[in-house]
């Protein structure tokens, strides 16, 4: 046997034991949620059966479903890795069902402090919307909206700061600008 046969061999095997690993976690998900893997196709958009393939290992989830996890309050780190813990700290703060994430619910609900908890998240959305808009009109540029709204979304969910944002839009700006000359 080669050494590019014993090589191949060795990523087989660690592709493997990442996926079974993978595998368990995602079953771990879906116990938490508490639903059949069956339930857990449509909730993602998933073609009959998709959920079953991934814990099973048959299958590797996408990054879209890995990111629509992450949004409904799972920690990415542990979903692929097992460091961390399995949800995001604070994540169930906002929510009261494990596959809600950061949903807003009515105000008005008089079972808990939901409106409170809206409140301090719109005022923290509100935040992070002035800064992007007053670092677009510092750089005198205004970026196409998805890229607003990526860089938002970097700053409110994931705690981009806005050193990090201002310079993520110089790049981005940089960038634009030369595909353009």
């Not at 205004?142 to 981009?160: A, C, D, R, S």
């Amino acid at each position: 046997m080669s050494d590019n046969d014993d090589k191949g061999c060795m990523v087989m095997h660690a592709d493997m034991a990442l996926n079974s690993d993978l595998s368990e976690r995602l079953r771990s998900i879906r116990k938490a949620v508490g639903v059949s893997q069956k339930e857990m196709d449509p909730l993602f958009g998933l073609g009959k059966r998709s959920w079953q393939r991934y814990e099973s290992g048959k299958n590797v989830p996408g990054s879209r479903v890995i990111a629509e996890l992450v949004w409904r309050g799972f920690d990415a780190n542990w979903i692929l890795t097992g460091q961390a813990e399995m949800r995001r700290p604070g994540a169930a703060e906002y929510a009261r069902d494990p596959l809600a994430g950061y949903a807003l619910r009515d105000e008005t609900d008089p079972s808990s402090a939901i409106g409170t908890k809206n409140e301090a998240v719109f005022s923290r959305l509100k935040q992070t919307s002035h800064a992007l808009e007053e670092m677009e009109r510092e750089a005198d540029w205004q970026p196409p909206v998805y890229w607003h709204e990526l860089i938002k979304t970097l700053m409110f969910v994931h705690g981009l700061d806005e050193s990090g944002a201002a310079r993520l839009l110089d790049a981005l700006q940089s960038h634009l600008t030369a595909d353009v000359s």
